[in-house]
């Protein structure tokens, strides 16, 4: 059985929120909407066997040089078949492609993404010209990016990490 990773289409909104739905009532990941998935299906990529999407990934454009991986999750039965990080890796491609030069994440899983390269941040590591532009933005992954006293202490209480994309 192949793992084919695929840039999301809106029928597979409903497998996205059904993969989350476990993570999200753990506090693992944030809850959404059904339509929230809808909206945002043009930022996921889905791993699909068999037909069936058995994990996901979101690229968030945060800035110009800067994107956040969002709702990275497996279905607990296909963790630790390496899936996370070919979606990691297939965001990762997408985000070079768009000249995004740093990717940002709000993780529990430390140890995965510093596998990956990430690292932990502190503060906010932009200047202070973009620090105004992107403090005008409603998004939470933003403010969550931004280090904002309204997501303190962050929603979940998980670590921001950082990596430099080559």
């Not at 000249?99 to 529990?108: E, K, N, S, Y």
């Not at 532009?133 to 670590?159: C, Q, W, Y």
Request: aromatic share 8%; glycine share 8%.
């Amino acid at each position: 059985m192949t793992v084919e990773i695929v840039n999301a289409r809106p029928e597979h909104a409903r497998a996205i929120a059904k993969i989350v739905a476990p993570y999200a009532q753990r506090r693992i990941l944030i809850s959404k909407d059904l339509i929230d998935y809808f909206e945002d299906i043009q930022e996921f990529l889905v791993a699909i066997e068999d037909g069936v999407v058995i994990g996901c990934g979101a690229l968030h454009v945060l800035w110009e040089d800067l994107a956040e991986i969002r709702t990275l999750a497996v279905t607990e039965e296909n963790i630790g078949r390496g899936i996370g990080r070919q979606l990691l890796t297939a965001l990762e491609l997408r985000a070079r492609e768009l000249g995004i030069l740093r990717l940002f994440c709000l993780t529990f899983e430390c140890e995965f993404f510093s596998s990956a390269g990430f690292h932990e941040i502190s503060g906010t590591p932009v200047g202070v010209d973009v620090y105004q532009e992107m403090i005008l933005s409603h998004d939470d992954g933003m403010a969550e990016f931004l280090d904002l006293a309204r997501v303190k202490p962050n929603t979940l209480g998980n670590f921001r990490m950082l990596k430099e994309l080559d």
